[in-house]
């Protein structure tokens, strides 16, 4: 909802009915003395005033994000920002689409009346974009009732830029099984299911990619194009046409001129051109043949695909070759507003960021990755700028200056400035309250939100001041002071309308971060996981580890069933009907590590599982000792929450997430009781671990406690020291670092102060277990990464453990399944949301090439950043600094490996942190634990080695600031790849373009979270047998112990013989891992419930259920009624269906023949040996007689329920 107040502050005002005026009659003019919220204010106001959407326009990407964040919090909605795209010359094998995707929901959002202000850097205005009909023809609309074929709109999904898979996991992709067809729209938070009745579109729903599961129901929906760039069918000759002819140009240039040609006369550094690198480029682009073998490959292939009317990627590239007119985002907006910010600013930058591609481009054409009319790919800076100013535009400046070449017809003056900083000085707000209420001003205190806002006006009212609270952002009166929960940037003030407005910034000192929700993307990442292909390991719960070779259907006494073909050591063939595959799981151990295939019937692997037992019980019961003797020590009670600690939590500038919350409320519970605590907080970096131990820190400090947080790397401890000391500013708390950064005489006086009390918080490595320092209160030990300290040290912190508080950090997550097997036995806290995604990285999967790399480096220090360089292999590490040190002479380069002296490395680490140096050449070494925001540019050589948790991981350590980051996965060029590493690049390729790779990634990571925590024998153990069993081992230990359950001879595991058809057809559920992920769910049919869930979830995605499914999920959910019993075996015989207990079985039968009452008079107890449920119904076919079954066993089980 907009901010009424705001939005209406400044009508009737004459310098702003000025800018109306002029605005309506189309007059340029110009507006200055504001400041830069004001602008976005009078932007956000011209936009309902003059009934024209506006366009705003600002100088950088950062700047966008500032500005749009406020038009949206005054608006209250219909803003939107339009990020520029990245302007690739080269040929990528896959890159992320979050930015092209922002880019498509904004175009979309326009078109459909639902923006009013977009706000946009100007390098976007200066790059074309397709026709807006083209958008507009690509744009499907459907609604309920519609007749329109599914294959036909299949073709059109594909005509419009989707890519078609077999399951939809990612924005861009779509799927069509039968009647059903699911797309997952560039603009949308959910994907669509559309539901066909022959080919009339029966309903549309949203579904959630992970669960597959369908939500809300719609009654229409739009579906933009997926890709920035489209040539209509009809057009795709003339595109060709234009295409081969440039391709022409280039290729004879190249040919007669040689370098010179090829290149054209942009100029060149000549230091580079001097090196052996650059000589080197330069004469494999002089090279005849090269440059024509590169680009025809490339663009022939786009001309063939477009003259044959297909959809080919990677269009964007030749933007301006494709169309006789591209527009630009002004086309795309009825007679749009244009307002600018600083004029002068934007033409300074339209003309960098013209050297800058002119940079690139020459740079492509060395590599012959480019041709020479890819110039036209950018408008230049004169006529980008006189695009804007042409009809009447707006500009803005902070005050009366040059306006880049733009002739204002009106200037008017604004009397604007910003707004006093209070920074939590309370006092001194309220005295100005007191003036301004007595002076006639009308002044609204942004708090941020809602909660903050009673807070603060309860804090104002106990100091004397009256506020009113405008939740509704409601008029504020003359002499009127009132708390909006709003948030802005900045605060600002309009003296000649006598209007204040105070930012929650300013009042408090730091802003509360404006977030939007997040979704869980967490959960049950493992369970969820059923990506089996051929080749995979499994498990089998009796038989142990063979060899997945996928599904095959067999007659059995002519009834059709799937089974799965395991293949064990030598000859060893196993057929697992599909009901049964509850009792298989893929395996899942050390990433890349085979495990030993067993042989079929041997004892192998029951003595394999007797030894992993033996230790999981042996590590149970150590577990279950020490957390029963932590929770009878005798700790010290910490008290309830002060005021300063609320105001502590309120400093937070972010939001916290539900995960984040519930880990702050289990620490503090845990402080408060007499019990000592002894807690592990999981979450995977970025995710909020920190905030939530400084507020268990702060607890402590304010009950005269001292802190120790103890850090497994010296630059690890100044990071925390660092944020420590930025986090508790303003508050009476002493932090102090002891490092061997610290002098000897620094430490002897830190020691000191440690001693006699005066330093509450003392960060540091193992230098803080040495024994000579003495804590004269120690209340809480907070370790990050234990893992990571030595066996001598692990034990001093157990010592240490002994006395005080704990809190254990992990930065590796663990698997939810692991943590709630563990209940009771640890206690764990888990972050599983993620962190809000300011800006995502921009993630190539590309071939290596030096002019490439050069660029990507010199791009990031262009900008003032800094550039890791991963290079995986010591033993030629320093070739690799030799070549980069060529490569990029500009560039100051550190390298750092695992094998350097421990000292060294550090001094290293640092030195990058301060930008001593603007590139880390180094191994995985920073995978875990570095933190420079600054560092924006990540490559990885040969990509293809690493897994995708380690990429995943790797790529978390850029992209931790306000601006965009780059990942390269680079491959070597011309390198053949083997089947292991070829299968690696395409999930990671999958994984970059539509982030369907999360759960594999997620996976891996919690498995060496898992090995983190067990320790390196449970590691080898949970390697033996595979994480599922692992995990299953665990628990049944646990409870064992417990005395929650006996052992028993055997899992009761119900064999079934009927003749019935039962299997999924091909046409109702297609793809092989589709497939196997359905049959586990059937499989995993406990009740009625679940079945009812399942039959659901199958119709929701597939459409109705042919007969052999229907049979199937009878089947399983008549197996599991049967296992509660303890029935092993269900046959059907001459006109009986018998159900066969076990021996292990001991059925109660007074009660089993209460419970047969009232069920179905066919069915009968025998109390023979071994005993067994009959149901006898001569006449009827096997397949009624197993649903006759289902029917009678339920009332048997509600029977059972009830008695």
């Known amino acids: 909802m907009a901010n009424a107040f705001l939005m209406q502050a400044l009508k009737g005002w004459g310098p702003y009915d000025r800018l109306l005026a002029d605005a309506a009659a189309h007059v340029p003019a110009a507006v200055y003395g504001m400041s830069e919220t004001q602008k976005a204010h009078i932007a956000a106001s011209l936009s309902g005033d003059a009934r024209r959407p506006v366009l705003f326009v600002v100088a950088s990407d950062q700047a966008a994000a500032r500005a749009h964040e406020d038009i949206l919090q005054m608006l209250g909605g219909g803003a939107a920002v339009f990020p520029a795209r990245e302007t690739n010359l080269y040929q990528a094998v896959a890159q992320s689409q979050e930015l092209s995707c922002r880019r498509i929901e904004t175009l979309q959002r326009l078109l459909s009346g639902e923006v009013r202000v977009v706000v946009a850097p100007v390098d976007a205005l200066m790059q074309r974009l397709m026709p807006r009909a083209l958008f507009e023809a690509h744009t499907l609309r459907l609604k309920e009732g519609d007749v329109r074929a599914p294959g036909d709109l299949a073709a059109a999904l594909s005509q419009a830029g989707y890519a078609r898979e077999e399951m939809v996991e990612g924005k861009g992709q779509f799927a069509l099984r039968g009647g059903i067809l699911d797309v997952f729209p560039p603009d949308a938070l959910s994907a669509l299911r559309i539901e066909f009745f022959d080919d009339e579109v029966d309903s549309i729903r949203t579904f959630d990619v992970l669960t597959q599961r369908s939500q809300a129901r719609l009654k229409e929906a739009v579906i933009p194009p997926a890709a ?20 022409q140009t280039a290729l004879a240039a190249a ?53 044959a009317g297909r959809y080919v990627r990677g269009l964007e590239r030749y933007m301006n070759l494709l169309y006789a007119r591209s527009e630009t985002i002004l086309d795309y907006m009825d007679d749009s507003l244009v307002v600018l910010d600083e ?65 204002p017809k009106d200037v008017v003056q604004i009397e604007g400035m910003g707004a006093s900083s209070y920074q939590g000085q309370l006092k001194e707000l309220c005295a100005d309250l007191q003036r301004w209420r007595q002076d006639g001003w009308r002044v609204a205190l942004l708090s941020g939100g809602v909660a903050r806002g009673q807070r603060l006006l309860t804090s104002l009212a106990e100091l004397g001041a009256s506020c009113a609270f405008r939740e509704q952002g409601e008029q504020i009166a003359p002499g009127e002071a009132a708390i909006v929960p709003l948030a802005l940037t900045h605060g600002f003030q309009y003296p000649q309308l006598k209007l204040m407005v105070i930012a929650d910034g300013d009042i408090f000192g730091v802003a509360q971060k404006r977030t939007r929700s997040r ?16 080749g995979d390991y499994v498990v089998h719960e009796a038989h142990g580890i063979g060899v997945y070779q996928g599904t095959v259907r067999l007659c059995s006494e002519g009834a059709y069933r799937d089974y799965l073909f395991i293949q064990y050591q030598g000859s060893d063939k196993l057929y697992v009907p599909t009901d049964q595959l509850d009792r298989i799981q893929k395996y899942i151990g050390a990433e890349g590590a085979a495990p030993r295939i067993n042989r079929l019937g041997g004892s192998e692997w029951k003595r394999q599982k007797a030894k992993v037992k033996q230790s999981v019980k042996q590590l149970a019961f150590d577990l279950v000792k020490l957390y029963a003797e932590r929770k009878a020590k005798k700790g010290f009670a ?34 408060e009781s007499p019990s000592a605590m002894d807690r592990l907080l999981c979450g995977d970096v970025g995710y909020g671990k920190t905030e939530v131990a400084l507020r268990a820190a702060f607890k402590a400090v304010m009950d005269g406690k001292q802190v120790a947080f103890l850090a497994p790397t010296t630059i690890l401890a100044q990071q925390h020291y660092n944020t420590i000391e930025k986090r508790f500013d303003g508050f009476p708390v002493r932090a102090e670092v002891i490092s061997r950064f610290k002098t000897a005489a620094e430490q002897k006086q830190i020691l000191q102060a440690v001693k006699e009390g005066s330093v509450d918080i003392l960060v540091g490595t193992h230098r803080l277990l040495g024994k000579d320092i003495a804590f004269k209160d120690l209340g809480l030990l907070i370790v990050d990464e234990e893992q990571r300290f030595g066996v001598a040290h692990k034990e001093a912190i157990k010592n240490l453990k002994n006395s005080v508080d704990v809190l254990t950090l992990s930065a590796t ?37 030096d002019g490439l790399i050069r660029d990507a480096i010199l791009r990031e220090l262009q900008r003032g950043g800094q550039v890791y360089f991963l290079y995986n292999r010591v033993e030629t590490i320093d070739q690799c600094y030799a070549r980069l040190s060529q490569l990029v002479p500009e560039a100051r380069i550190a390298v750092g490996h695992g094998q350097m002296r421990e000292h060294a490395l550090e001094d290293v680490m640092l030195d990058f942190y301060e930008h001593k140096y603007d590139v880390l050449l180094c191994t995985t070494i920073i995978e875990s634990g570095l933190d420079v925001p600054n560092a924006n540019t990540l490559i990885v050589y040969d990509a293809d080695h690493f897994g995708l948790s380690q990429l995943y991981q790797l790529r978390g350590r850029v992209g931790r600031s306000n601006r965009l980051a780059y990942a390269y996965l680079t491959v070597r060029a011309g390198k053949v790849l083997t089947e ?17 790779g999360f759960r594999i990634a997620m996976r891996d990571l919690e498995l060496r979270g898992a090995g983190n925590i067990l320790g390196p024998e449970q590691s080898g153990h949970l390697s033996t047998v595979g994480y599922d069993m692992y995990c299953r081992i665990i628990e049944e230990t646990v409870r064992e112990i417990r005395g929650e359950m006996g052992e028993t001879p055997e899992d009761i595991e119900a064999r079934v013989e009927l003749h019935v058809d039962a299997y999924l057809p091909m046409e109702y559920v297609g793809g092989e891992q589709q497939r196997i992920e359905v049959y586990k769910k059937i499989a995993s049919i406990e009740d009625s419930a679940s079945c009812d869930d399942v039959e659901e979830e199958l119709i929701d995605r597939f ?25 092993d075996l269900i046959t059907h015989r001459g006109g009986q269906l018998q159900m066969r207990f076990s021996p292990y079985a001991h059925p109660d039968g007074a009660k089993l023949l209460a419970a047969l009452q009232g069920a179905d008079k066919r069915l009968i107890f025998s109390a023979t040996q071994p005993p067994s449920l009959n149901l006898r119904a001569p006449g009827l076919t096997p397949e009624d007689m197993l649903h006759e079954a289902v029917r009678a066993m339920e009332k048997v089980m509600n029977n059972l329920s009830r008695a």
């Open 813 to 849: 997550p663990i698997p939810r399944t692991l943590h709630m097997s563990m209940v009771g036995i640890r206690d764990m806290s888990l972050l599983e949301t993620p962190p809000e995604e300011r800006y995502p990285v921009q993630t190539y999967v590309i071939e290596y090439q």
């Open 255 to 307: 040919h007669e001129g040689g370098t010179a040609s090829l290149l054209g006369s942009l100029p060149m550094q000549e230091e580079y051109l001097k090196s052996d690198v650059g000589r080197e480029v330069l004469a494999r682009a002089a090279r005849p043949g090269t440059p024509g073998e590169r680009l025809e490959g490339a663009v022939r292939d786009m001309a063939d695909a477009l003259e």
């Open 343 to 407: 004029p002068d600013r934007l033409r300074d930058r339209c003309d960098n960021r013209q050297l800058e591609f002119d940079e690139a481009l020459k740079s492509a054409l060395e590599r012959a990755e480019a041709i020479g009319e890819q110039a036209g790919l950018l408008l230049d800076g004169a006529d980008t700028m006189a695009q804007l100013t042409r009809g009447g535009a707006l500009a803005m400046t902070g005050f009366l200056r040059a306006m880049g070449g733009f002739v």
């Open 228 to 247: 920035e760039a489209l040539v209509d069918p009809a057009q795709g000759p003339q595109a060709a046409q234009r295409l081969r002819a440039s391709l």
């Open 638 to 671: 910490f008290s309830a929450d002060t005021p300063w600690q609320r105001q502590f939590e309120e400093n937070f500038p972010f939001e916290e997430t539900p995960d984040q919350l519930q880990a702050i409320a289990d620490i503090k519970a845990d402080m």
């Open 519 to 534: 979704q869980k993307k967490a959960g049950e990442k493992i369970a969820a996981f059923t990506d089996l292909k051929v």
């Open 980 to 996: 292991v590493s070829q299968k690696r690049l395409d999930t990671i390729r999958e994984f970059t373009e539509f982030g369907s």
């Open 1103 to 1127: 459409g109705d259920e042919p007969q052999p499914v229907v049979n199937l999920v009878a089947i399983a959910h008549l197996k599991a009624m049967c296992e509660q019993l303890g029935v």
